[in-house]
């Protein structure tokens, strides 16, 4: 039934849509406008495709993270956990009111400029016609029937399909740094156990049997196992999360551009409101994707710290020789990749700004 509903709503409007673009085809600056509702509609639907298509590894993942919450461990490692996934679920709250709050400036620019627009702004051009008839909608469509006649029930058709962009969009997003947060705890609480290797009482907690009963060397080999489930949970992440990433982040930059173009050639001051609106909710969509990114490659760096870190001299050679396992896998961090070719960080979200400018310029040095 979900799917049906999704179908019924998000197709349609992308019908309508891809109608409004074919109409005005002919018309450079037309199909420049239409760019950044367009491109995000293609970006959500190839999203929500590779989603449901990896619903198996999402699941997965799901599953990993209850069997780790039910498994045994010290109170310690169950409050640092904790403290992550309360931070996750905080930080989604945010995230989600920030983004929709956005929407809804978005939303309400667009149905003041229905109401406020003046007889200057419409000129004797063709295309500036076409632009006047379609004052006061999210984006460019063709219904094959009168626009001011229907303009309501248009209206609210095309504001209920950007609701429903945005709202699964901030969905996969509040799911991503569900995942990123789990990490990020297991990271934290594979330190806290090989900081307090020589301390910590283990024969309590670990369910593997091991031939010698020397804490510290239990506690490294848990360590170890707990720090290559966290290897291969990042590595499903990536499946899941790649593809769409890599997707996003290249209409982003186009999206961006056109954004920037059409900021600083309107004068009506609710299309600026609406163009900003987009654009700041875009910047901090960009940025938190590369942020997740960039936290997991400081949490994974954190573990060699603390392996240096700790009275290495005074464990038995056995365990020793296992800190040397995870000390070489932690030199090379985990990072979270766009289609395999940009490592979502902070480097990358500067390369997407910069980018952006570049055709930025280029585009108003072209008009």
């Known amino acids: 039934m979900i799917y049906f509903v999704l179908i019924l709503v998000i197709g349609s409007g992308f019908f309508f849509q891809l109608m409004g673009v074919i109409e005005v085809r002919g ?19 190839f999203r929500m495709t590779y989603s449901v298509y990896n619903l198996p590894q999402i699941k997965i ?31 989604g709250y945010i995230y989600t009111y920030v983004i929709l709050g956005h929407n809804l400036l978005y939303t309400t620019a667009t149905l003041l400029t229905r109401f406020m627009h003046t007889q200057v702004e419409k000129n004797d051009t063709s295309s500036d016609e076409i632009i006047s008839a379609q004052i006061g909608i999210s984006y460019r469509v063709n219904y094959f029937v009168d626009f001011d006649t229907y303009y309501v029930p248009i209206f609210i058709h095309t504001s209920l399909c950007t609701l429903c962009y945005i709202i699964l969009i901030v969905t996969f997003d509040v799911l991503y740094i569900t995942f990123v947060e789990h990490c990020r705890g297991l990271f934290a ?4 156990r090989l900081e307090s290797a020589l ?21 490294v080999t848990y360590s170890i196992r707990r720090h290559t489930e966290t290897l291969q949970f990042i590595n499903i992440m990536n499946t899941v999360y790649s593809p769409p990433l890599f997707v996003q982040i ?16 309107t004068a009506n001051i609710n299309r600026f409101l609406k ?28 573990v060699f710290a603390s392996v240096c870190n700790i009275e290495w001299y005074n464990m038995p050679i056995a365990a020793r020789k296992l800190l040397r396992l995870i000390m070489m896998r932690s030199l ?36």
Not at 250 to 265: C, D, M, P, R
Not at 349 to 365: D, E, K, P, Q
Request: with cysteine.
């Open 61 to 91: 993942l799901l599953i990993k993270i209850q069997e780790y919450s039910l498994s045994a461990k010290s109170n310690e490692e169950h409050k640092i956990q904790n403290s992550h996934a309360l931070f996750g679920r905080n930080f």
């Open 250 to 265: 290249g209409f982003s930059i186009l999206i961006l551009s056109v954004l920037g173009y059409q900021i600083i050639t």
């Open 189 to 192: 609480t594979v330190r806290y």
């Open 332 to 367: 090379r961090p985990m990072i979270l990749t766009a289609g395999k070719f940009m490592i979502l960080s902070y480097i990358t979200f500067n390369a997407v700004i910069r980018t952006s400018s570049s055709y930025f310029m280029l585009l108003r040095n072209m008009t």
């Open 27 to 45: 018309d450079s600056f037309e199909i420049v406008d239409c760019l950044p509702m367009f491109c995000l509609a293609i970006v959500f639907i």
């Open 275 to 302: 163009h900003a609106a987009y654009m700041n909710g875009l910047l901090i969509n960009i940025f938190f994707e590369n942020w997740q990114g960039q936290r997991i490659i400081d949490s994974s760096e954190k």
């Open 199 to 219: 301390l910590f009482e283990n024969d309590t907690y670990d369910s593997i049997k091991i031939s010698t009963r020397d804490k510290s060397y239990s506690n």
